[in-house]
């Protein structure tokens, strides 16, 4: 299974992504991870354009051909990543699960962008740099969780139950 997560910067993904990946045994593949990575060989200085994309849909791939669950985190902002992440799942045969997570009260996600701390140092990310980021409307089915009023806790137990229990994740 290829489970999928997406959404703007500071809206909770990586926690809940990372704590179900956790909680489930699956391989954690995070774009922000690859990308500063990237950056600090000194080999792409300028624009990542979709290199941290590309070496993620390579790395999901192979541990999805070996068998085992991969949880994806990534902003996953347009179609035409939407359909590359669909197209990883369909050539290593698994199931693609899309979860969107959003944060519904714009003052708490602000908050949360302007007092998350530096993950990763020298890559900062304004309020404006949210705003003014590229993210378009879904087209298909995907389940979204908001994390504006339920912590992220209760999505991932939800989650971990849905994924355990065999019940069909929306």
Avoid at 13 to 24: D, F, N, P
Avoid at 90 to 109: F, K, M, N, P, T
Avoid at 134 to 155: I, K, M, Q, S
Wanted: hydrophobic letters at 45%.
């Amino acid at each position: 299974m290829l489970i999928v997560f997406a959404g703007l910067p500071g809206v909770g993904k990586s926690t809940v992504a990372r704590e179900l990946a956790r909680h489930i045994g699956a391989v954690f593949v995070r774009i922000d991870s690859i990308e500063f990575a990237l950056r600090q060989s000194g080999r792409m200085p300028g624009a990542m354009e979709d290199a941290g994309y590309r070496v993620a849909y390579a790395v999901a791939e192979d541990n999805l051909r070996a068998g085992l669950v991969v949880v994806a985190d990534c902003v996953n902002p347009i179609q035409l990543t939407r359909d590359a992440w669909r197209a990883v799942a369909q050539r290593a045969g698994v199931r693609l699960i899309d979860v969107e997570v959003v944060c519904s009260d714009a003052a708490e996600h602000r908050r949360r962008v302007e007092t998350r701390p530096i993950e990763f140092p020298g890559w900062t990310l304004t309020w404006q740099d949210v705003v003014d980021r590229e993210y378009h409307a879904w087209d298909r089915d995907r389940r979204v969780l908001d994390t504006a009023r339920t912590p992220a806790a209760e999505h991932v137990s939800q989650l971990v139950q849905e994924f355990r229990g065999g019940a069909p994740a929306r």
